[in-house]
């Protein structure tokens, strides 16, 4: 018997639900300097792969449950990266996640944040290795393999340049002596 041409062949190849759908590059942003290199590499990531950029704006737990990502302390921790990451052509999704209330265990607030990521179908977590409580690098890949997560990228803060002055031009800088050209 064979197969009516109008069926393709899809049962030979086995799909795992969802394959088909979107996978962002995950940016943990936790209002801190470090958010500007993380959010620059999760940039240059999901522009590689083609993907949108899922920008998680961490929140303090005295902070508004109620506040979405269109708030005004979510659009502040987001103001900071914007100018670096710049209009990304395939899009950005901003997220909003609250740090629990008190201190529970080191890895409560990471779990959570991964299963936020998790609902986004993340594949990549792009994180400062300095954060706060639970939300730095190394806890969230801890939590990632407890739990079989999403890969965690650990990205350096920005080397510190201090600012150079900037020579004269060449006319404008005296030649021979300190004194310029003086003629006597």
Do not use: C, Y
């Not at 009516?4 to 088909?20: K, N």
């Not at 240059?44 to 929140?59: D, E, Q, S, W, Y």
């Not at 600012?163 to 003629?183: F, Y």
Request: proline share 13%; charged share 20%; aromatic share 2%.
């Amino acid at each position: 018997m064979t197969r009516p041409i109008s069926h393709p062949a899809r049962d030979s190849v086995h799909r795992p639900p969802g394959a088909g759908l979107v996978q962002p590059v995950a940016a943990v942003l936790t209002d801190r300097l470090d958010d500007v290199a993380v959010a620059e590499a999760a940039a240059r990531m999901a522009l590689a792969r083609r993907v949108p950029l899922l920008l998680i704006a961490v929140m303090p737990p005295h902070v508004r449950r109620s506040a979405g990502p269109a708030s005004a302390p979510v659009r502040a921790v987001l103001a900071r990266v914007m100018p670096k990451v710049g209009p990304h052509p395939t899009g950005r999704i901003p997220e909003v996640f609250h740090l629990p209330v008190g201190r529970g265990s080191r890895l409560a607030a990471a779990k959570e944040l991964l299963a936020l990521a998790g609902r986004h179908r993340a594949p990549d977590v792009l994180a400062s290795r300095h954060g706060p409580h639970g939300i730095d690098a190394h806890t969230l890949i801890e939590a990632a393999a407890l739990r079989g997560g999403p890969f965690v990228h650990a990205v350096a803060p920005a080397s510190w340049v201090p600012l150079q002055p900037s020579a004269p031009p060449a006319a404008d800088r005296p030649s021979g002596s300190w004194r310029g050209n003086v003629s006597r």
